[in-house]
Each structure stands twice: as structure tokens, then as C-alpha cells.
């Protein structure tokens, strides 16, 4: 069956830093994957998604990369700051159908003043 | 901004009762869905609608029943509540293509 695997742990950093974080994924081929952010007792908030045929996207002082034969997104946030903490969701999805979006479990990040 | 919301943040519900948790979107979205959260779980689909009226079972439908009477609704009924449906409860809709999923806030549940 198909698996999503995100850091489990917790991710702390010191502020300025860059923060990556892993999104890995097993008997699935997604067409594209979306990350999320979640504060502590909120609903996901949509960041970003990248396709199957893009390598890279951008936006402000984040970054996500999308390897097919790696089966594997990096999500990275560079200059992060203390409002960075929160959990970041990978969500791979396909298309066509009637399709649904599948979540990883997240991984807590700490951004450290 | 799409908007979605949740008519509760927290609900204290009894075993055995019947329970409705509302969600309205103000965007027209197509799609909309109901996901239960729950520690080192992550977000559970529980059901999906992609049209009024239409429903299509997630993950996890046993004990849970959907109604989409308006595109902009999406109700979530838990028949006769259970303890183990104690949970944090999301709803989210989105566009055809199921791009970029908007949330609600949540809705906390504990069934006692």
C-alpha cells in the first residue's frame, strides 16, 4: 500500500538558518505534491505544490524540490525565523478521477531565536 | 480568501448521540472534504464530495454519514457517537483538480 513518510522527530534550528525538511514516498507515482503548514490547534494552511514535471519552485524564502526517481520532496525554508515553527504537511496527490490527496504525518519544526 | 468554516471549535457530545458537524465555503468550490486528525495518525479522510449531492466514501467512512444538499455545505454526521471518535475534525474544499486544499479551523470533539 502506499506510504508517505515524513521526520517523525522534530526539526530544531537556529534562526537564520536554512531549514529542510524530507517527504518520502513509497507504491505511489503522484502527479504532484502540495506542502501545508499547521500551527498548534488550526486547520493546514496551503504553501505551495509542486508538479511531477518541474524540478523546483520557489516562492519568498521558500523552496521545494520534487525527485521522481528518488521519490522524494525536499521542502526548504531559508533566513527561517521563530514564526516559522508550525508543522509542515506533504500531501502527493494524482490526477484524473475522482483522486484524493493523501497526508503525511508532518514534521514539527523549532526555529530557535 | 476562500473561506472555510466550522460551526464549532469544541463539541462535548455524549455516547450515543447523534452528532452534526457543519462546514460552509464562500468560494464555489467543487469539492469538499471532511478529514479527522488524530496524534501520529495525520489527517484521515473520512468523505468526499465532488458535486451536490454527491459523495464518495474516504479512508475511514464506518460510524460516519456526509450530506451536500448546497454546493457551499458540507455536513458531517456521526450517527451514534462513539468514544473513539474523539478527535479534531477538518473540513476543506477545493477546486476541480483537487489543487490547493483550503481548510477550516477545526472542530474539536469529545465524545464522553
Known amino acids: 500500500s502506499q506510504k508517505i513518510e515524513q521526520n517523525s522527530e522534530a526539526l530544531n534550528i537556529q534562526e537564520g538558518k536554512t531549514a529542510t525538511l524530507t517527504c518520502n514516498y513509497t507504491n505511489y507515482s503522484p502527479a504532484y505534491l502540495q506542502w501545508y503548514r499547521q500551527d498548534p490547534g488550526r486547520g493546514p494552511v496551503f504553501l505551495l505544490l509542486i508538479r511531477e514535471n518541474e524540478k523546483e519552485k520557489r516562492k519568498e524564502r521558500l523552496k521545494v524540490t520534487f525527485d521522481t526517481t528518488l521519490k522524494q520532496s525536499l521542502f526548504h525554508i531559508t533566513a527561517s525565523q521563530p514564526a516559522d515553527s508550525a508543522t509542515y504537511l506533504c500531501a502527493p496527490g494524482r490526477s484524473g478521477g475522482y483522486q484524493k490527496v493523501t497526508f503525511g504525518t508532518g514534521t514539527k519544526l523549532q526555529v530557535i531565536p | 480568501d476562500v473561506k472555510v468554516t466550522q460551526s464549532s471549535r469544541y463539541l462535548v457530545k455524549r455516547t450515543g448521540e447523534k452528532v452534526f458537524l457543519e462546514c460552509v465555503q464562500d468560494m464555489d468550490h467543487e469539492n469538499m472534504f471532511w478529514y479527522r486528525q488524530d496524534p501520529g495518525l495525520g489527517l484521515r479522510l473520512i468523505y468526499f464530495?465532488?458535486?451536490?449531492?454527491?459523495?464518495e466514501k474516504g479512508d475511514i467512512p464506518e460510524g460516519y454519514s456526509v450530506s451536500r444538499e448546497k454546493k457551499e455545505r458540507f455536513s458531517l454526521i456521526l450517527e451514534s457517537a462513539s468514544t473513539n471518535q474523539t478527535s479534531m475534525y477538518l473540513c476543506?474544499?477545493?477546486?476541480?483538480?483537487?489543487?490547493?486544499?483550503?481548510f477550516g479551523s477545526g472542530t474539536r470533539l469529545t465524545v464522553v
Open positions: 464530495s465532488y458535486d451536490v449531492k454527491m459523495k
Open positions: 476543506a474544499s477545493s477546486p476541480p483538480g483537487y489543487l490547493g486544499y483550503t
